[in-house]
């Protein structure tokens, strides 16, 4: 009814009330990640896959609710995996199925390499383009380099990855409408954001990486197909937050001990074979895959204690994938910061759009709205 | 995660290096003008045939494409008996009837390179119903490129390996090019493995340059149908070294993509500083494989040019099999 409502009069009625809020030609950036969800983990759990026309469909609903809330502009990352492609094609032919005006759908001019510094790449280019928030549609592993250069910037998270703990699954018309409404200014970004938590990894020295959920200390010896399924293999896990009800690693600590997203601590515990220490977790360490695991520590880190890995030699997961190998030299550690990424928390976003009666239309506001005038 | 011994570490190292020797030297030697036919090489994707072929025994069936020598030599096939049988020499492999695109070693479990583009898919499928019917925990593997995977005879074999819940692996090796095109131009999803799920069985990718990526997926792809698990797409993402065939100019490839791709995902090297490094094994003991595998190339070719080739009563041998 809304939409019909909004055609009607072609613009978002109560935009017009909202004036002195507005931002001026808000644009919102959205990074799809099309080689999310391929890993092995649909071998050795049971993960979904996520098709990338599901993707396209999720970007179509978010520009409807996007053009909806008046937003003009939206910045897009290319690649070559056939998003950026399907998106355009439809765009082009009016084969996206929204009714309403979308806004102007720009592609970055950037060189893809058809990897994780495409997006690195993407994410940059919209901060410079002054985006009012970020919608990211891919797993952790997307989050975590979105986490690296975006800044201050807002993000909506969707997830379209393997089993994920940091980003929502949320319908993508909700989303964009959140990302629409504290890109516009309909809402106040600092009303409806939460600043996350980072995990930052340092090898010998220097900053090596960032984890947004959990950094896992593991004995594999090789990067490899980089999903973690053999719990045995698990030594040491840090956890930025861990809800009771997430799958993958921070699992192991939500189900004894959650840590809310938003406390300013963490937790490092020290795993072994499931039997010893001071208890066992049955955990789902991945989907479908519920393995019981030792824990022989637990104690919580605070934000800028440095934490040393025990471990001599293995490699270290960050967000549930393997990423750094080290050995009997290296020196690691791992530290809590608590100046991450800003989230858009997207019930609280919608809750406010209501009291600020951003859907609807009444003599109330109609008044208000002459009064202004 | 990867139970590798240091056996298993200078073994995966030795197969790699003797595919890699083994094809450079072919492709030296076919500017030679002394080999017959055609040859398709496989330097560059090494790790894949190697990650897959080291859980497999002699029990084990795989079917091979156009670009075979790689899966011949990592499924155990003599590389003396190869290089005969690319020379087309009666001490080949296949008493030089068969040549490149055709050796084969039923003995150790190789059906044979094929020349038809997609042609494993459906043998696969025949070799993993018996190794169903036998019962003794038997797999096969299909190996085949990016080019294949369009071909009906791989879509309907994965049909029907799913429908017959077959202990079978689909090995797509992804090099980029189905000859001259780019996969980008005759795949419409951004990876071969998309396809998995609409024959309903796993589909993975992984890093076809990296033998650790290949052996930990490929390993719990044949775990699994061992166990009675049914099929499963793999997917490697590689790159070829050479052209589609020799004598291929490759204008298709921008300028200095193979440099870079020898420079930065030349699996031997990636191999070696993994190991190296971690301390599990010295850079020596690679030398010492190095020297061993040269000789080993040297002496194949060496063979090879001396052995006689077939004869006129060769001719209507070995041509049907006597039941």
């Given at each position: 009814?809304?939409?019909?409502?909004?055609?009607?009069?072609?613009?978002?009625?109560?935009?017009?009330?909202?004036?002195?809020?507005?931002?001026?030609?808000?644009?919102?950036g959205?990074?799809?990640?099309?080689?999310?969800?391929?890993?092995?983990?649909?071998?050795?759990?049971?993960?979904?896959?996520?098709?990338?026309?599901?993707?396209?469909?999720?970007?179509?609903?978010?520009?409807?609710?996007?053009g909806?809330?008046?937003?003009?502009?939206?910045?897009?990352?290319?690649?070559?995996?056939?998003?950026?492609?399907?998106?355009?094609?439809?765009?082009?032919?009016?084969?996206?199925?929204?009714?309403?005006?979308?806004?102007?759908?720009?592609?970055?001019?950037?060189?893809?390499?058809?990897?994780?510094?495409?997006?690195?790449?993407?994410?940059?280019?919209?901060?410079?383009?002054?985006?009012?928030?970020?919608?990211?549609?891919?797993?952790?592993?997307?989050?975590?380099?979105?986490?690296?250069?975006?800044?201050?910037?807002p993000?909506?998270?969707?997830?379209?990855?393997?089993?994920?703990?940091?980003?929502?699954?949320?319908?993508?018309?909700?989303?964009?409408?959140?990302?629409?409404?504290?890109?516009?200014g309909?809402?106040?970004?600092?009303?409806?954001?939460?600043?996350?938590?980072?995990?930052?990894?340092?090898?010998?020295?220097?900053?090596?990486?960032?984890?947004?959920?959990?950094?896992?200390?593991?004995?594999?010896?090789?990067?490899?197909?980089?999903?973690?399924?053999?719990?045995?293999?698990?030594?040491?896990?840090?956890?930025?937050?861990?809800?009771?009800?997430?799958?993958g690693?921070?699992?192991?600590?939500?189900?004894?001990?959650?840590?809310d997203?938003r406390?300013?601590?963490?937790?490092?515990?020290?795993?072994?074979?499931?039997?010893?220490?001071?208890?066992?977790?049955?955990?789902?360490?991945?989907?479908?895959?519920?393995?019981?695991?030792?824990?022989?520590?637990?104690?919580?880190?605070?934000?800028?204690?440095?934490?040393?890995v025990?471990?001599?030699?293995?490699?270290?997961?960050?967000?549930?994938?393997?990423?750094?190998?080290?050995?009997g030299?290296?020196?690691?550690?791992?530290?809590?910061?608590?100046?991450?990424?800003?989230?858009?928390?997207?019930?609280?976003?919608?809750?406010?759009?209501?009291?600020n009666?951003?859907?609807?239309?009444?003599?109330?506001?109609?008044?208000?709205?002459?009064?202004?005038? | 995660?990867?139970?590798?011994?240091?056996?298993?570490l200078?073994?995966?190292?030795?197969?790699?290096?003797?595919?890699?020797?083994?094809?450079?030297?072919?492709?030296?030697?076919?500017?030679?003008?002394?080999?017959?036919?055609?040859?398709?090489?496989?330097?560059?994707?090494?790790?894949?045939?190697?990650?897959?072929?080291?859980?497999?025994?002699d029990?084990?069936?795989?079917?091979?494409?156009h670009?075979?020598?790689?899966?011949?030599?990592?499924?155990?096939?003599?590389?003396?008996?190869?290089?005969?049988?690319?020379?087309?020499?009666?001490?080949?492999?296949?008493?030089g009837?068969?040549?490149?695109?055709?050796?084969?070693?039923?003995?150790?479990?190789?059906?044979?390179?094929?020349?038809?583009?997609?042609?494993?898919?459906?043998?696969?499928?025949?070799?993993?119903?018996?190794?169903?019917?036998?019962?003794?925990g038997?797999?096969?593997?299909?190996f085949?490129?990016?080019?294949?995977?369009?071909?009906?005879?791989?879509?309907?074999?994965?049909?029907?390996?799913?429908?017959?819940?077959?202990?079978v692996?689909?090995?797509?090796?992804?090099?980029?090019?189905?000859?001259?095109?780019?996969?980008?131009?005759?795949?419409?999803?951004?990876?071969?493995a998309?396809?998995?799920?609409?024959?309903?069985?796993?589909?993975?990718?992984?890093?076809?340059?990296?033998?650790?990526?290949v052996?930990?997926a490929?390993?719990?792809?044949?775990?699994?149908?061992?166990?009675?698990?049914?099929?499963?797409?793999?997917?490697?993402?590689?790159?070829?070294?050479?052209?589609?065939?020799?004598?291929?100019?490759?204008?298709?490839?921008?300028p200095?993509?193979?440099?870079?791709?020898?420079?930065?995902?030349?699996?031997?090297?990636?191999?070696?500083?993994?190991?190296?490094?971690?301390?599990?094994?010295?850079?020596?003991?690679?030398?010492?494989?190095?020297?061993?595998?040269?000789?080993?190339?040297?002496?194949?070719?060496?063979?090879?040019?001396?052995a006689?080739?077939?004869?006129?009563?060769?001719?209507?041998?070995?041509?049907?099999v006597?039941?």
């Open positions: 009814m809304l939409l019909d409502r909004v055609n009607e009069s072609n613009t978002l009625l109560l935009l017009t009330n909202m004036k002195s809020m507005k931002h001026d030609n808000p644009a919102v959205v990074l799809v990640n099309p080689a999310s969800g391929r890993d092995v983990r649909r071998l050795v759990a049971k993960a979904s896959v996520f098709q990338n026309t599901e993707k396209c469909n999720m970007v179509y609903r978010l520009l409807g609710a996007l909806v809330l008046g937003i003009g502009e939206v910045f897009m990352m290319p690649d070559v995996a056939g998003v950026a492609c399907h998106i355009m094609h439809s765009l082009q032919y009016g084969r996206h199925g929204n009714p309403q005006k979308l806004p102007e759908v720009h592609f970055l001019e950037m060189p893809i390499e058809d990897g994780p510094v495409d997006t690195l790449r993407a994410i940059e280019l919209m901060v410079n383009r002054g985006v009012g928030a970020i919608v990211v549609m891919g797993g952790d592993g997307t989050h975590r380099l979105v986490a690296k250069k975006c800044g201050d910037v993000l909506v998270t969707l997830s379209t990855g393997t089993n994920n703990a940091f980003p929502e699954i949320r319908e993508a018309t909700v989303a964009g409408l959140a990302a629409g409404l504290v890109a516009s309909l809402v106040t970004a600092a009303d409806v954001c939460q600043r996350s938590k980072v995990l930052r990894v340092d090898k010998n020295g220097a900053a090596e990486d960032i984890a947004l959920v959990d950094v896992c200390v593991t004995s594999a010896g090789w990067i490899g197909s980089k999903a973690l399924w053999h719990p045995e293999s698990l030594r040491e896990l840090f956890v930025a937050f861990a809800e009771a009800d997430a799958v690693l921070s699992s192991i600590a939500g189900l004894v001990r959650p840590v997203r406390s300013c601590y963490g937790l490092h515990l020290t795993l072994g074979p499931p039997g010893e220490g001071i208890m066992t977790v049955t955990a789902p360490i991945a989907p479908g895959l519920l393995a019981p695991v030792g824990i022989t520590g637990m104690k919580e880190i605070k934000r800028g204690e440095i934490q040393t025990a471990a001599a030699y293995g490699t270290i997961a960050l967000d549930g994938e393997r990423e750094i190998e080290f050995g030299q290296d020196d690691i550690k791992v530290w809590l910061d608590v100046n991450g990424p800003l989230i858009v928390d997207i019930s609280k976003t919608m809750e406010q759009a209501v009291r009666h951003v859907f609807v239309k009444t003599e109330y506001d109609e008044h208000r709205r002459e009064s202004a005038s | 995660m990867s139970e590798l011994k240091k056996a298993d200078l073994k995966a190292y030795r197969t790699m290096r003797e595919i890699r020797d083994f094809e450079e030297r072919v492709h030296k030697e076919f500017a030679t003008g002394k080999i017959p036919g055609f040859v398709h090489l496989y330097a560059g994707e090494e790790a894949v045939a190697t990650g897959v072929c080291m859980h497999l025994n029990d084990d069936r795989i079917t091979s494409t670009r075979g020598h790689g899966h011949c030599i990592a499924k155990g096939v003599d590389s003396i008996g190869m290089m005969a049988e690319i020379y087309g020499k009666k001490t080949g492999s296949c008493c009837k068969g040549g490149s695109m055709h050796i084969a070693d039923l003995e150790k479990g190789m059906l044979g390179a094929n020349g038809i583009v997609g042609a494993g898919g459906p043998l696969g499928c025949g070799a993993a119903l018996a190794a169903k019917f036998k019962g003794k038997g797999v096969a593997v299909v085949f490129g990016d080019g294949a995977s369009n071909q009906g005879t791989i879509l309907e074999s994965m049909n029907l390996a799913n429908i017959w819940n077959l202990p692996i689909f090995l797509a090796e992804n090099n980029g090019y189905a000859e001259s095109t780019g996969v980008k131009y005759n795949v419409p999803t951004p990876n071969i998309d396809r998995a799920a609409g024959f309903g069985m796993p589909g993975v990718t992984v890093d076809g340059n990296d033998f650790f990526a052996y930990e490929a390993g719990e792809a044949i775990k699994r149908a061992r166990e009675g698990g049914g099929p499963t797409l793999l997917e490697c993402k590689t790159n070829r070294f050479f052209g589609h065939f020799e004598g291929d100019a490759m204008t298709y490839k921008a200095g993509e193979v440099k870079r791709q020898r420079e930065e995902c030349d699996c031997l090297k990636i191999f070696a500083a993994k190991v190296t490094s971690a301390g599990l094994v010295t850079a020596a003991e690679l030398e010492a494989i190095d020297k061993e595998v040269a000789a080993l190339i040297d002496e194949a070719v060496e063979k090879a040019l001396a006689p080739t077939p004869t006129e009563a060769d001719l209507l041998t070995d041509v049907y006597s039941y």
